[in-house]
């Protein structure tokens, strides 16, 4: 049936607001009526809130009472596939709609009048008197071509004072006109010269240019090590999406990866395009929202939520680092943009590329199983080989107490100093210890409102919670036993690292990269440049430093602790050190110098840590894919977590058994349901968490089974439940 597309004023309406209902509203349309999908404001008792006409009313309001829309909102209507895809990502995700619609929305002022300003335009008349100061206003016009400006913007881009420019709009040759504050972005050109792509990456680019000139649903995982050029092959494909006439959306992991990757794009297309993350300004934002779905934003270089922009016509989008844990979101709605990219994908029959040096093993299985297709790009560009790994056996090796630095390491180091190579030690802890313990009664500092240990930031002079943020000066004496003076560090975080750098190489320019240590992304961003530019001989960096930038003078990577993420009951722990390990390995030797990777481990047996040194990848694989298969463990089976929690913790307990005793409609899918048992962590920002774990059979219909089971639970007072569906952190 088709869908009623319009509404006549006094018409009954269903409108779909941010505010957490579990239904549509209903109200009238207002004078003039409304389009399906338009962004309204209604009433809401005293206030008046942000919604969408979603459809028609459902009738079931005395109609006596109902009330009128307030107004139309001045931006392009939400197009069906985008109230199709929320509605979807809502059902995948068990959020519920209201949420989703705030995940859409996040952009301020939205419901402001467009703002205006006056610009000025050329009318083609020449003033009565050319002078040196009017040429140059007007040839600044004519550069520009069609932009507008304002008198002031003119007036600083043509180097004179806003007299002139206002004398030549008494004379005629300029007019005033309002025009939207928010500007449409400068058009990218696909056709500016590229780079001239190797064999390899030719026929990649050209794989994924034909699935985008095809103008159907794709998704294709870009598989190469890092430096095989797989941006230099996206950019094709976006390349051939504009050409299209189609927006482009590329989701990176990680902001400080923007600047350089802005300047590449700049590069390619001739003008920047449209930022979407945390770091940008409202006013960035509110541009953004507004061009996108006016179909004026041609690209997009977003963080995740950049997913749920409401694009006019979208052809392609690109998951770089698509195994970056960063892409799921396990607060507030859980979703991973990976998966919702492609489902975003499907309903708007775009093309969707997964680029990874080290793909999950979720994208690897669905390549394997053929629901996607795969490209490699086999080697490295140019000169740049893989770096030689090898493992320091800690076992042999003798050092000093409350050092981590090996002698073999330090060794490989000086090598560098004297070259004057750079090296990266890497080490995933920041901070400057990772437990601060009391020598007389073994008690350590524990964070008031979670259940974890507070870690040392010498650098900020304070221990810290690393759950809640929450932090406290270091104690004298011991909050257990009060003896003082006995409070010590022990085990290395990346600011201790750094002390006993300084101490084995005083000569050495160090840099410590965590992310706590700036203030900014963008100081950060800056820093990183400055690395980049050769500024630091030795760098010290957490995971931030594993993400895909380039340094060219980097010729060794020396991983402290490679044993780090082996350990813990995380079904990823095997998954995510592999990756890591082979990620930071891959920052050594990027330019035209040989790279070494030297990871320290005290069990060089591991089958991880000699998956890694073999570079076997595709043998790793197969052996993960078989140990999850036969544990019925995703991407071969299915699981839920839910998280319950409240500020008392029997009332916790008490709803999660209840929850797992009346199981019926998991077990009617034949779904298992484990605990009620305190979570990981059992205690965070002052509330205690509870956990279910749900493991189903691969192909079931678990949502639908999980919706029917928490229906009837009864959420009294302040108690939470949380979904996370395929949950991918366990705490
Ligand atoms: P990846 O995304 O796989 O890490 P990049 O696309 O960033 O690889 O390429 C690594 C480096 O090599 C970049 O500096 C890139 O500009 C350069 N590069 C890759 N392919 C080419 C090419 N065909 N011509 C010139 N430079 C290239
Ligand atoms: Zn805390």
């Given at each position: ?42 009433p ?32 392009a209507?939400?197009r069906d596939?985008?109230?199709q ?5 809502a ?8 949420a ?61 004072t ?6 030549l ?25 590229g ?16 699935g ?21 092959v ?6 051939a ?13 990680e ?25 940008a ?43 970056d ?10 979703y ?24 999950s ?15 490699d ?43 004057g ?13 990772p ?30 919670c690393h ?47 965590s ?33 895909g ?28 050190t592999f ?6 390995a ?10 070494e ?22 043998a ?12 019925g ?17 029997p ?67 302040d ?13």
């Amino acid at each position: 049936m088709q869908e009623q597309a319009f509404f006549n004023e006094g018409e009954r309406v269903g409108v779909l607001t941010t505010q957490p209902l579990d239904r549509c509203l209903d109200y009238r349309a207002p004078e003039g009526g409304c389009h399906l999908g338009a962004y309204v404001e209604v009433p809401l008792g005293p206030r008046r809130v942000l919604g969408v006409i979603w459809g028609p009313g459902a009738g079931d309001f005395d109609s006596a009472k109902l009330r009128p829309v307030n107004r139309v909102l001045d931006v392009a209507p939400m197009r069906d596939e985008m109230r199709q895809f929320l509605t979807k990502s809502a059902d995948y995700t068990l959020t519920p709609l209201p949420a989703m619609l705030r995940l859409a929305t996040r952009a301020p002022g939205l419901s402001d009048p467009v703002s205006m300003r006056k610009v000025l335009r050329p009318t083609g008349q020449m003033p009565d008197r050319m002078t040196d100061a009017r040429e140059r206003v007007l040839s600044a016009v004519d550069e520009y071509g069609g932009l507008a400006f304002t008198a002031k913007e003119l007036a600083d881009l043509a180097g004179v004072t806003t007299s002139v420019v206002k004398g030549l709009v008494k004379q005629g040759a300029l007019r005033e006109e309002e025009a939207p504050r928010d500007l449409p972005y400068p058009r990218l050109d696909p056709d500016l010269p590229g780079k001239t792509l190797t064999d390899d990456q030719a026929a990649a680019a050209n794989t994924l240019g034909e699935g985008v000139a095809g103008g159907r649903y794709g998704t294709t995982l870009l598989k190469g090590v890092t430096g095989s050029g797989k941006t230099e092959v996206y950019l094709e494909a976006v390349a051939a999406t504009l050409r299209a006439g189609r927006q482009a959306l590329v989701l990176l992991p990680e902001i400080a990866l923007t600047a350089e990757f802005l300047k590449r794009v700049e590069q390619r297309f001739g003008a920047t395009p449209a930022e979407w993350h945390s770091g940008a300004t409202m006013t960035e934002r509110r541009r953004v929202w507004r061009m996108v779905g006016q179909g004026k934003a041609q690209l997009v270089i977003g963080a995740r939520s950049a997913l749920f922009l409401p694009y006019q016509n979208l052809g392609l989008i690109i998951v770089d680092e698509e195994h970056d844990t960063s892409y799921k979101q396990d607060e507030g709605v859980c979703y991973n943009a990976r998966d919702m990219a492609v489902l975003r994908a499907a309903m708007c029959s775009a093309q969707v590329v997964l680029a990874s040096a080290t793909p999950s093993l979720e994208t690897w299985a669905n390549a394997e199983a053929g629901k996607y297709s795969r490209l490699d790009l086999a080697a490295r560009f140019g000169s740049a080989v893989l770096p030689e790994m090898r493992a320091i056996d800690m076992r042999a090796e003798k050092l000093p107490a409350s050092t981590w630095i090996s002698p073999s390491l330090k060794q490989a180091m000086s090598a560098r100093m004297e070259r004057g190579e750079q090296s990266l030690l890497f080490l995933n802890r920041r901070g400057f210890a990772p437990v601060t313990i009391c020598r007389a009664c073994g008690g350590h500092v524990t964070c008031d409102h979670c259940d974890s240990r507070m870690v040392e930031h010498r650098f900020m002079k304070r221990l810290m919670c690393h759950q809640c943020g929450e932090t406290k000066p270091v104690p004298d004496a011991c909050p257990t036993c009060q003896v003082e003076g006995k409070m010590a560090p022990v085990g290395p975080g990346i600011e201790r690292l750094g002390e006993e750098t300084a101490a084995l190489f005083p000569e050495a320019r160090i840099a410590v990269l965590s992310s706590d240590l700036f203030a900014s992304a963008r100081a950060l961003k800056q820093r990183i440049e400055e690395i980049a530019a050769g500024e630091a001989d030795i760098i010290l960096g957490t995971q931030l430093v594993a993400k895909g930038h380039n340094f060219p003078l980097l010729t060794l990577v020396g991983v402290i602790d490679a044993d780090l993420g082996l350990q813990g009951s995380d079904l990823r722990a095997a998954e995510r050190t592999f990756q890591l390990m082979r990620q930071v390995a891959g920052r050594a030797g990027r330019a035209d110098r040989p790279g070494e990777a030297l990871m320290q481990t005290f069990q060089p047996e591991h089958p991880v840590i000699r998956a890694i040194l073999s570079g076997d990848e595709e043998a790793f694989w197969r052996a993960e894919a078989a140990e999850r298969q036969a544990a019925g463990v995703p991407p071969y089976g299915r699981m839920a977590g839910i998280v319950l929690s409240g500020p008392e913790l029997p009332a916790v307990m008490d709803l999660g058994m209840a929850l797992a005793r009346n199981d019926g409609p998991l077990r009617q899918i034949g779904a298992q349901v484990f605990g009620p048992a305190p979570a990981p962590i059992a205690r965070i920002r002052g509330r205690h968490r509870v956990r279910l774990l749900i493991k189903a059979s691969k192909g079931t219909p678990l949502q639908d089974a999980i919706a029917r089971w928490i229906k009837p639970a009864r959420l009294k007072g302040d108690l939470r439940l949380s979904v996370d569906i395929d949950p991918q952190n366990f705490f």
